[in-house]
């Protein structure tokens, strides 16, 4: 659906003192191969952990994904109406079974969130 907010993505430096942190919510994790860590609040929107370092956003804190069709086209108008690319459209996952696509903008007024393509061809596995 486009537009609603998809996946919530916190910044740590400490990856298992995060989900130690965390785990005060009742959060379930799964860990990658990457080193990031899916989080399951038990509800949507689901989120994240990471290590700067491991290819994702570019700064510390939370950054809010929201749901898009088409992230080239999204970036364009976010451009136009005074936003900035941050991190341009790059795949989750290898390519081409990636589970889809995020970018990383900011608004006019320096708040940073994300937006996320899904594809619509991913197979789980």
């Known amino acids: 659906m486009k537009g609603n907010f998809c996946h919530?993505?916190?910044t740590v430096p400490d990856g298992e003192?995060?989900?130690d942190f965390y785990s005060v919510f009742g959060w379930k994790f799964q860990t990658d191969e990457t080193?990031?860590?899916?989080?399951?609040?038990?509800?949507?929107p689901g989120g994240?952990?990471?290590v700067p370092g491991q290819g994702q956003g570019p700064q510390m804190g939370v950054t809010v994904y929201i749901n898009?069709?088409?992230i080239n086209c999204s970036?364009?108008?976010?451009?136009?109406?005074?936003?900035k690319t941050i991190v341009p459209r790059s795949p989750i996952g290898a390519e081409p079974n990636n589970?889809?696509?995020?970018a990383v903008f900011s608004d006019p007024f320096g708040n940073v969130l994300g937006l996320y393509e899904p594809n619509p061809d991913w197979k789980p596995g």
């Open 75 to 83: 970036l364009e108008e976010i451009n136009a109406k005074g936003g």
């Open 48 to 50: 994240g952990i990471f």
């Open 17 to 19: 003192k995060a989900k």
């Open 99 to 102: 589970m889809g696509w995020f």
């Open 35 to 44: 080193g990031y860590t899916m989080v399951d609040t038990g509800a949507e």
């Open 8 to 10: 919530i993505e916190i």
């Open 68 to 70: 898009t069709e088409c």
